[in-house]
């Protein structure tokens, strides 16, 4: 046997294995060739999808609209309804922080622009919310060091609004809709393994981050100063970006508690953090569900590839 031809069959040898490697990763996350095809098989279970926005950020709610929005109809996007206003200072938007000119100081004409934007953000926002029916105001004001009432806000209207969900879904705006379809099909997985919809359990799923983070660095919160909290670690909490769930009975807990409860600048820290206290200081049992680990960006990017091939050929 020549030397090319060994070259060839080794070649066709590795494209083989390649070809067998990815129809076996494709045949195991489902997700990919479902929604490629069309055949958006939506889980069925009593959930609602809760989707934490900025008041500024139309372009992500209608992506969504536009995309998974259509397969997923139990969702809301939920902000606030105030935005940073000062007379007297110039605020960031998204952290509500003072803003400081390395050059100059804040001008009169600043803050005017400050609160002529804001108006403006204010009827838009008012306009969406009547347009789709698919924002909710919450009565806060929408910032990042907010996020942790706005998540309680979230399940208190949910839990008022939408009385027949077993489990509440949070998710970012920005949620790549393969991580959606996961979460979904986990939660009503776990839904009909245990039978929670008909007695209700205190669990929560998602991507569980149990490996005691540092509270220094990247994850130090400078937000929370309340010295009584003495864990120097976060406790396991849900990763955000991959969205996670919590029980209606679980949501319920929280907030008859959330008075007593410590709050950080996000949430799901707060969560790891709410969810600590339940368990040792008020004897709560709670369950712990992994959805697993996120899709790979490259079966993300075939995902896309294959949706775009279906959409050209229909």
Known sequence: MNKQLRCMLVLLMLITLYVLYSLYTLVHLRVLLNWATGRRNVPRCNLHLNILSARENFDERNTVRKTWGKTFPRYHFFVGNQSCTS???????I???PVRFATRSVSLEDLHLQSRLSSILEEEIKWEATE?????????????????????????????NVPQSSMIITLNDDIDESVVWQISRKVCDVLKIFDWES???????????????QRTGKYADLH?????????QWPPF??????????????KLVLEHKEMLPTTSGDD???GLWLQELETRHNVSIKWVQTGERVPLWMSFVYHCM???YNAAA
């Not at 209700?200 to 005691?212: C, H, L, P, Q």
């Not at 929370?224 to 120097?232: F, L, T």
């Open 87 to 93: 007379q007297s200072t110039l605020l960031n938007p």
């Open 95 to 97: 952290t509500c922080a």
């Open 132 to 160: 789709f029916h698919d924002v909710v105001l919450l009565p806060m004001t929408d910032s990042f060091h907010n996020l942790a009432q706005k998540l309680l806000l979230t399940w208190e209207w949910t839990i008022r």
């Open 199 to 213: 007695h209700g359990e205190n669990v929560i799923v998602g991507t569980i981050i149990t490996d005691f983070v």
């Open 224 to 232: 929370y100063q309340n010295e009584s909290w003495w864990w120097a």
């Open 238 to 251: 849900p990763r955000g970006g991959n969205g996670y769930a919590v029980s209606t009975k679980l949501a």
């Open 269 to 271: 820290t707060s969560v």
């Open 307 to 309: 949706v775009i091939m």
